[in-house]
């Protein structure tokens, strides 16, 4: 299997040396998730970092009455639960693939002792660990400052290559509104 994409993408970021790249490709795991399948529940600890070759997942939690979705992941993107990644602690979010979904995976272990081994490799995680909170902090400012009709403005523009891909309940519940709203928003274009 070629893993040009990841390599790719991970140049862009960072050039390690080869052993590190070398090591690097030759622990990742191939994994298809099926539409509905979850990459991580409620409860549990995520333990891996992922790369979607191909497909289309969600990071969200369950308040009790809905759904919040903090992001969408697709092709190409490097992500992780992070919080509890980091810490080892069971996380209250959860990942679900929204279409068939192939990942390239590697275990928070091999990551450690590569990080261990290879400062170039602690140097890679570290960039992409740290564009989460700063991620994070720009979707609670959306969330607190902006109102529904800006947010869904600012996903069309953020993220034009989704709207086909996502339902418009996931939408909404990104947005943060009821479908209702969404369906006035829409209507007024």
């Known amino acids: 299997m070629s893993h ?18 070398e090591e690097l490709v030759a622990h990742l795991e191939f994994k298809t998730y099926r539409k509905g399948d979850f990459l991580l529940k409620a409860d549990e600890t995520c333990r891996y970092f ?41 996380s209250k979010y959860m990942i679900v693939a929204l279409e068939q979904t192939d990942t390239l995976r590697i275990h928070k272990n091999i990551i450690e002792e590569l990080c261990r081994k ?31 009709k800006k947010r869904y403005y600012n996903f069309l523009k953020q993220r034009p290559d989704l709207i086909q891909r996502i ?19 829409r209507a007024q274009k």
């Open 118 to 148: 290879h400062h170039s490799a602690e140097t890679l995680f570290s960039k992409l660990y740290s564009k989460a909170p700063v991620n994070m902090m720009g979707r609670i400012s959306e969330m607190l400052e902006d109102d529904g």
């Open 4 to 21: 040009t994409r990841f390599i790719q993408t991970i140049e862009k970021i960072l050039k390690p040396e080869p052993a590190v790249m």
């Open 167 to 185: 339902s418009l309940g996931d939408l909404a519940d990104y947005i943060g509104i009821t479908q209702v709203s969404l369906s006035r928003i």
């Open 50 to 90: 992922y790369f979607i070759e191909k497909g289309l997942v969600k990071l969200f939690f369950d308040n009790g009455d809905k759904d919040f979705i903090m992001t969408f992941f697709a092709e190409n993107a490097f992500f992780t639960e992070l919080s509890g990644f980091l810490t080892g602690q069971p």
